[in-house]
């Protein structure tokens, strides 16, 4: 199953290695540079495919949970003061995604949007300590009764040029479900209530809509 954002990339990318490959046996006579070039058509065409999966998720609601919104790794746990919607320290979570992963962003919490803000800005790496402010990004907030409010920042990076969040103000988000979509290597920053038990350890690997990042302390 793949993504509705890369269904016009998936079908031009066809399209040029289909094309490719008639012009390669057309005007390449070496059998050799021939397979050569016919092979690397078909890697990069995978690679779209892989990229723009959108595997399902067996997620589980639960207002006591704060779900990973993206796969990657955990590049981030600290406390931070969060300047943009809350105005006071907060703990941050932050995941990479590199260009293999799986790059649906996933609402984090169930409840009702009471944020959401795009900014445009730059293309720094996205683990550059001040990608977070400068570059291309959404800052959605989330609110439910349980959990309070959770933000997730979506973070474009050197690869990434366009960031897709469909999360309004006043929608009601379903836990785990499709939020939005980073195109190639990006990440997303979690500001979690400071009195949050984290679940995770730096360097550890998530998948979206299903591992567990934080919950309420009992």
């Known amino acids: 199953m793949f993504h509705k954002e890369g269904h016009k990339i998936i079908f031009l990318t066809f399209v040029f290695v289909v094309g490719c490959s008639l012009l ?9 540079l021939r397979t050569i070039v016919l092979l690397t058509l078909i ?12 595997p399902k998720r067996n ?14 790794k955990v590049v981030v746990i ?5 300047k943009e919607y809350f105005n006071d320290k907060r703990l941050q979570v932050s995941v990479f995604m590199s260009p293999i992963n799986v790059h649906v962003t996933r609402y984090p919490i169930g409840g009702t949007v009471v944020f959401s803000k795009y900014h445009p800005g730059k293309f720094l790496v996205a683990w550059h300590p001040k ?7 959404t800052t959605v907030v989330v609110e439910n009764q349980t959990y309070g409010k959770v933000l997730y920042r979506q973070i474009a990076g ?3 040029k366009r960031i897709v969040n469909y999360a309004k103000q006043g929608d009601i988000a379903t836990q785990g ?7 190639f290597g990006s990440r997303v920053d979690l500001f979690l209530p400071l009195d949050t038990k984290i679940k995770v350890e730096l360097n550890q690997k998530v998948r979206g809509g299903e ?6 302390h009992d």
């Open 177 to 183: 479900a499709d939020s939005g979509f980073i195109k």
């Open 78 to 82: 600290e406390e931070v003061f969060e």
């Open 59 to 72: 997620t589980v609601p639960n207002n006591n949970q704060v779900f990973s919104p993206v796969d990657g």
């Open 24 to 32: 390669v046996d057309s005007f390449i006579p070496v059998m050799w």
């Open 131 to 137: 990608a977070s402010e400068e570059n291309e990004r």
């Open 211 to 216: 591992s567990i990042i934080a919950e309420l």
């Open 158 to 160: 050197a690869l990434a």
């Open 43 to 54: 890697a990069f065409l995978i690679l779209i495919l892989q990229f723009f999966r959108n």
